[in-house]
């Protein structure tokens, strides 16, 4: 648990959006790593998401379900795949149960999280 607060400012500050997991591959160079594709609807369009999934979710188990992902942050070179943002998931202490942030009920793809 952290004390340090940030400002509203700062959270406003990251681009939350639904995103709609439309293809998982196991990434060819890491075996804890998912490459998902997400649709973020026509504003942002779709994205190659990297995720360190691969030993809490299979790719039946993702395909088709909305969660929430962060879609400005820099993009990032994993492994030698490029990942455009982040998919958002909640762990126990010691990080054997991860579970990704769907939504309540079925938002449109690209739906702003605030």
Avoid: Q
């Amino acid at each position: 648990m952290t004390d340090e607060k940030i400002t509203i400012e700062n959270f406003e500050k990251l681009d939350l959006r639904v995103g709609e997991i439309i293809s998982v591959e196991e990434h060819p160079n890491a075996s804890k790593l998912l490459v998902l594709r997400v649709d973020f609807g026509e504003e942002i369009g779709e994205r190659t998401i990297v995720a360190g999934l691969r030993n809490h979710y299979s790719a039946d188990e993702l395909e088709g379900k909305k969660a929430v992902f962060i879609v400005n942050l820099e993009p990032a070179n994993l492994r030698g795949v490029e990942s455009n943002g982040m998919i958002l998931a909640a762990s126990n202490s010691d990080k054997s149960e991860v579970k990704i942030l769907i939504t309540d009920g079925d938002l449109e793809a690209g739906s702003k999280v605030s």
